[in-house]
């Protein structure tokens, strides 16, 4: 839990919303019509819950990422019955958990790209029209200009605008953004089996490397995009896409317009 102290990095108060970061509001499904007359109840826990479940004898069990622990809760019962900790071990990440927190306006970061990923949207944005959510299991440093239009020079352009702008959030201070720049770059697409046709992938490779296929002009470099962008026939002019963990991610382009990979070709 960050409290709310001093920024050690700028000597300056840190933004309120660091003290929400981590408040997990469980309310059973009987209580939300209380809820609604405006009784909160049901349960109130400051931990990072990555997974929920109900018990056979109808605990509500939350296991948490930070601190490591499983938390029961008894219907009815604000207080958690047992708390187990799984790990002495701290996972504390002040990226990971800006990523996770709800910034003001009931959204996350995660909420769109669960795990740093993408949820299989396409949002509909009211100024640029329909935008695919781009993964970012690729290894963020160095794909600069982001999204699809290439128009958020860097990391700190893009924060204030989604994060400040339309999603409410407060302004995140150095330690806070660099600390986001950081864990987002340590993301990857999660291992995929060892692949069962060599020969196949051998092919492909030669031809995607081909000078006169040419992909590689644009899909180049360790994450298959040389940043720039380019008018291919898609009604303007979009950021090459990094091709890194394509297979997880149908449907591609900037607008999601092709359900597979042999249909975007
Ligand atoms: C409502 C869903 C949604 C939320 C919330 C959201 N994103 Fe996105 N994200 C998208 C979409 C859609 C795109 C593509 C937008 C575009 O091209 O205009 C995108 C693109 C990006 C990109 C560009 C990747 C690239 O390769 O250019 C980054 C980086 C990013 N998001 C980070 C974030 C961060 C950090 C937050 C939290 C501050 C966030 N997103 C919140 C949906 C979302
Ligand atoms: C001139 C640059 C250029 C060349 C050459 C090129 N691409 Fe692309 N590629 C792009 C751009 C730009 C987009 C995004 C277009 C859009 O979304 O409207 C794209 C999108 C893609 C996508 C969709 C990815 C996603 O995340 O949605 C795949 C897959 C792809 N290209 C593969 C290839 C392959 C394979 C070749 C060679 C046959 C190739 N490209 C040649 C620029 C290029």
Redesign the pocket.
């Given at each position: 839990m960050v409290s709310a102290g001093k920024d050690v990095s700028q000597g300056r108060p840190e933004p309120p919303f660091a003290e929400s970061v981590v408040q997990v509001p469980v309310v059973s499904q009987h209580s939300i019509g209380n809820c609604l007359f405006g009784q909160p109840v049901g349960h109130h826990l400051e931990v990072q819950p990555i997974a929920v479940a109900v018990t056979r004898n109808n605990l509500t069990a939350i296991q948490s990422r930070e601190p490591a622990e499983l938390v029961l809760f008894t219907p009815g019962r604000p207080a958690p019955t047992v708390r187990i900790s799984l790990s002495n071990e701290s996972k504390e990440d002040i990226g990971h958990k800006l990523?996770h927190m709800n910034s003001g306006a009931g959204?996350a970061?995660a909420?769109?790209?669960p795990e740093g990923g993408e949820d299989g949207r396409t949002?509909n944005?009211a100024c640029?029209g329909p935008?695919?959510?781009?993964s970012?299991q690729f290894g963020?440093a160095g794909?600069a200009p982001?999204?699809?239009?290439g128009d958020m020079k860097d990391f700190s352009t893009?924060?204030n605008q989604?994060?400040v702008g339309r999603?409410s959030g407060g302004q995140p201070n150095n330690l806070q953004l660099s600390g986001?720049k950081a864990w987002l770059d340590t993301l990857r697409p999660a291992p995929r089996p060892a692949p069962t046709q060599p020969a196949a992938i051998a092919r492909g490779q030669a031809i995607f490397l081909d000078a006169k296929v040419g992909c590689a002009s644009c899909h180049s470099g360790p994450k298959l995009t040389n940043n720039v962008s380019v008018d291919v026939g898609t009604s303007g002019a979009f950021?090459v896409p990094?091709l890194i963990g394509l297979a997880d991610r149908a449907p591609y382009m900037?607008h999601g317009c092709a359900k597979t990979l042999r249909n975007r070709f």
């Open positions: 990523f959204i970061c909420s769109c790209h949002w944005f640029i935008r695919r959510t781009q970012l963020l794909t982001f999204h699809w239009d893009l924060m989604v994060f999603m986001m950021q990094s900037h």
